[in-house]
C-alpha cells in the first residue's frame, strides 16, 4: 500500500476509534448514583443500587456490543486498500448511527420494567438493524479492493447474519422485551466467538 493511501487508512481507523471511545464513556455516564437520602447505612445503599438494575443491564448489553463493533470494525479496516470517499461515507454512516446507542441505551433503561418497555427495545434493537445495514455497506465496499475468495464468503455471512436477527428482535420486543434481549446479547456473543477469521485472515 502506498504511504499515502496507508496515511489515509490510519487517519480513518482513528477517526472511527475517537467516536467508538466517545460512546463507551457516554453509555458510563449514564451510571449516575441517583441515591435518595434514605440511603443512609450500607444495606439500603446497596439495595437502592441493586434497584437500579435495568440501568446495569442496559449498560453491560450495549457495552458488549459496542466493544465488539469496535474489535470487528478493527479486523475490517485491515483489509482497506484504497480510502476513497464512497468508503469515507460509509464509515461515517456508521458512526453516526453508532453515537446513538447512548441514547437508545438510556431510553431502554428508563423504559424497561414500563408499559412503555416494549416501544424502548424495539427502538433499541431496531439501532442495531440501522448499524448492521451500514456495515454490511462497508464491507460491500471493501469486498471490492481484492480479497481471497474463501474469507470473502465467510465474512459476507458474518455480517449479513445480523440483520435478520436484529430485525427479529425488533419485532419481538413489542411482545417479549427479554427475549429480543436475549436475541440481542446472543448476536454479540456469537460475533465475538466468530472473530478470528476476521483478524487472522484465516
Known amino acids: 500500500m502506498p504511504d499515502t493511501e496507508r496515511t489515509d487508512s490510519a487517519r480513518l481507523e482513528a477517526f472511527s476509534d475517537g467516536v467508538f471511545a466517545v460512546v463507551i464513556t457516554l453509555l458510563a455516564l449514564d451510571l449516575k448514583p441517583e441515591l435518595t437520602d434514605s440511603a443512609r447505612d450500607s444495606h439500603a445503599l446497596l439495595w437502592q443500587l441493586a434497584a437500579r438494575w435495568p440501568t446495569w443491564l442496559a449498560f453491560v448489553t450495549s457495552f458488549s456490543t459496542v466493544l465488539i463493533m469496535w474489535i470487528d470494525h478493527h479486523g475490517l479496516l485491515k483489509f482497506v486498500r484504497r480510502v476513497d470517499t464512497p468508503v469515507l461515507f460509509a464509515n461515517g454512516l456508521l458512526m453516526l448511527l453508532t453515537t446513538l446507542v447512548p441514547f437508545t441505551t438510556a431510553l431502554l433503561s428508563a423504559h424497561l420494567t414500563e408499559p412503555s418497555g416494549s416501544m424502548a427495545g424495539a427502538l433499541y434493537s431496531g439501532l442495531f ?38 430485525l427479529v428482535a425488533t419485532l419481538v420486543a413489542l411482545w417479549s422485551l427479554p427475549l429480543s434481549l436475549v436475541l440481542c446479547a446472543g448476536m454479540w456473543a456469537l460475533w465475538s466467538a466468530n472473530m478470528r477469521p476476521v483478524h487472522d485472515g484465516a
Not at 130 to 146: C, D, E, P, T
Not at 148 to 155: D, T
Open 129 to 166: 438493524v440501522l448499524i448492521n445495514g451500514a456495515f454490511n455497506l462497508l464491507w460491500h465496499l471493501l469486498r471490492r479492493q481484492a480479497l481471497p475468495g474463501a474469507l470473502e464468503q465467510r465474512l459476507t455471512w458474518h455480517y449479513r447474519l445480523g440483520f435478520p436477527v436484529y
